[in-house]
């Protein structure tokens, strides 16, 4: 169970960093990532407003460096990075074409094969000092 939970996570970010168009093979309709800003939709069309709208319009070149997982029962735990470009404006913090490297841990839960819910916390004050530096 461990290995399939792991793998999930995975392809996750594999759907996310990509075209998005297998996210409900991973992600179930009543999906809620409590990170995510407020007023998006559940399941599989708030992620890709998410990944497209919010996250899409900020930064360009976007890839997520997965340093480890580790699962237990039905929760996973993503240790991974957020690699990319700053192109449009965030927080009042107008582009620089700055690199970025984010570093964040993700929790995900699972039901039925599927992920049902998450929790995240970034670095927000890195984050903040690569934008602006």
Not at 58 to 84: P, R, T
Request: aromatic share 10%; net charge negative.
């Amino acid at each position: 169970m461990s290995a399939a939970n792991k793998a999930l996570v995975q392809r996750y970010y594999t759907e996310a960093m990509g075209d998005l168009a297998g996210l409900e093979q991973v992600v179930g309709p009543t999906f809620v990532d409590h990170h995510f800003p407020p007023g998006l939709p559940v399941g599989p069309a708030g992620v890709r407003q998410f990944f497209t709208a919010i996250l899409g319009s900020v930064f360009s070149e976007m890839q997520i460096e997965v340093d480890f997982l580790l699962a237990e029962g039905n929760k996973v735990d993503c240790h991974f990075a957020l690699l990319a470009k700053h192109t449009g404006e965030f927080a009042g913090i107008l582009p620089k074409g700055n690199a970025i490297r984010c570093p964040a841990i993700s929790t995900f839960r699972i039901e039925g094969g599927k992920l049902v819910e998450a929790w995240e916390i970034f670095d927000s004050g890195s984050l903040f000092q690569q934008m602006r530096a």
